[in-house]
């Protein structure tokens, strides 16, 4: 296990549909020691926090979320100060959501990392959705308070200059193909149901579905004989099973944050381990 030595668990300053903070202590002992950790689905980032590697390559597909790590990084200051101003502010949500999807062609200022902060923190349930425009188009959120994460922000920060870092605003296949030896692969992915057919989506308009999955499972393996180990979380369910079967699989309740049908009791989970040995 590669967890750092802390009294609780660190959070993400990130609401996210599907962040692994509910099931770190049940995800952390599969996680080997290694040098470098791939995380090709990074999400809200909350394994990164809660780990410690020589090293890390922190990819995702969504542009907007790769952005704000990349401020984190490299200007924490700038982005606290805009984040907090649009926080302070009396501007409507959807004035500051039809700003942020009028920029689509500039994915990567200072004001758009702010911007998608606010946005995350202000909206329903912190789902992160977008249209076929590429449109956020997730509606505002009933809260009593909005909670503005500067200790969480600037934590995040700290660690992203503390070790090496490489962020990718990329697709998972480019991550995993960088994988070689000693390295460890975490993989979250959009989860997919029980049937081949019935699938979940996910909050973009590219479809995570069964052959993907399939192809995800393929790369990972490729990476295992090149050295690596690789750790996949998903639903748990006999599709998901069929497709990881050459894999180590553990079930879990993961606690449910988020459910379309009011629901929210614990949801079967599994993660799945593969190692060079095991090859």
Same mark, same amino acid.
């Given at each position: 296990?590669?967890?750092?030595?802390?009294?609780? &668990?660190?959070?993400?300053?990130?609401?996210?549909?599907?962040?692994?903070?509910?099931?770190?202590?049940?995800?952390?002992?599969?996680?080997?020691?290694?040098?470098?950790?791939?995380?090709?689905?990074?999400?809200?980032?909350?394994?990164?926090?809660?780990?410690?590697?020589?090293?890390?390559?922190?990819?995702?597909?969504? =542009?907007?979320?790769?952005?704000?790590?990349?401020?984190?990084?490299?200007?924490?200051?700038?982005?606290?100060?805009?984040?907090?101003?649009?926080?302070?502010?009396?501007?409507?949500?959807?004035?500051?959501?039809?700003?942020?999807?009028?920029?689509?062609?500039?994915?990567?200022? @200072?004001?758009?990392?702010?911007?998608?902060?606010?946005?995350?923190?202000?909206?329903?349930?912190?789902?992160? =959705?977008?249209?076929?425009?590429?449109?956020?188009?997730?509606?505002?959120? /009933?809260? /009593? /308070?909005?909670?503005?994460?500067? +200790?969480?922000?600037?934590?995040?920060?700290?660690?992203?200059?503390?070790?090496?870092?490489?962020?990718?605003?990329?697709?998972?296949?480019?991550?995993?193909?960088?994988?070689?030896?000693?390295?460890?692969?975490?993989?979250?992915?959009?989860? &997919?149901?029980?049937?081949?057919?019935?699938?979940?989506?996910?909050?973009?308009?590219?479809?995570?579905?069964?052959?993907?999955?399939?192809? @995800?499972?393929?790369?990972?393996?490729?990476?295992?004989?090149?050295?690596?180990?690789?750790?996949?979380?998903? +639903?748990?369910?006999?599709?998901?099973?069929? &497709?990881?079967?050459?894999?180590?699989?553990?079930? &879990?309740?993961?606690?449910?944050?988020? +459910?379309?049908?009011?629901? =929210?009791?614990?949801? =079967?989970?599994?993660?799945?381990?593969?190692?060079?040995?095991?090859?």
């Amino acid at each position: 296990m590669c967890v750092e030595k802390k009294e609780k &668990i660190q959070k993400s300053f990130l609401k996210w549909v599907g962040g692994k903070s509910r099931i770190i202590p049940q995800l952390l002992p599969h996680l080997p020691a290694g040098g470098r950790l791939i995380e090709p689905f990074l999400g809200a980032g909350n394994v990164f926090i809660n780990t410690n590697y020589n090293g890390y390559v922190l990819a995702d597909k969504n =542009r907007d979320l790769i952005n704000v790590y990349q401020w984190l990084r490299d200007d924490l200051a700038g982005l606290l100060n805009t984040a907090q101003l649009l926080f302070d502010s009396d501007i409507d949500f959807y004035e500051i959501r039809c700003r942020f999807n009028c920029n689509i062609t500039q994915p990567f200022t @200072l004001k758009r990392a702010a911007e998608f902060i606010y946005l995350n923190r202000h909206c329903f349930n912190g789902v992160c =959705r977008y249209n076929q425009k590429g449109e956020f188009n997730v509606p505002c959120g /009933k809260y /009593k /308070k909005i909670y503005f994460p500067k +200790a969480e922000l600037i934590a995040f920060s700290n660690k992203l200059i503390s070790v090496p870092v490489t962020l990718m605003a990329a697709d998972y296949r480019a991550a995993v193909e960088m994988a070689g030896a000693d390295d460890v692969i975490y993989c979250d992915p959009p989860y &997919i149901s029980g049937s081949k057919n019935d699938i979940f989506t996910g909050y973009t308009p590219h479809k995570f579905n069964y052959p993907v999955t399939k192809l @995800l499972h393929d790369l990972l393996v490729h990476a295992v004989k090149r050295g690596a180990t690789a750790i996949v979380s998903n +639903a748990n369910n006999t599709t998901v099973k069929s &497709i990881f079967d050459d894999f180590e699989i553990y079930e &879990i309740d993961a606690p449910r944050s988020v +459910a379309a049908n009011g629901n =929210r009791s614990p949801a =079967r989970e599994i993660i799945a381990v593969l190692t060079p040995n095991m090859i």
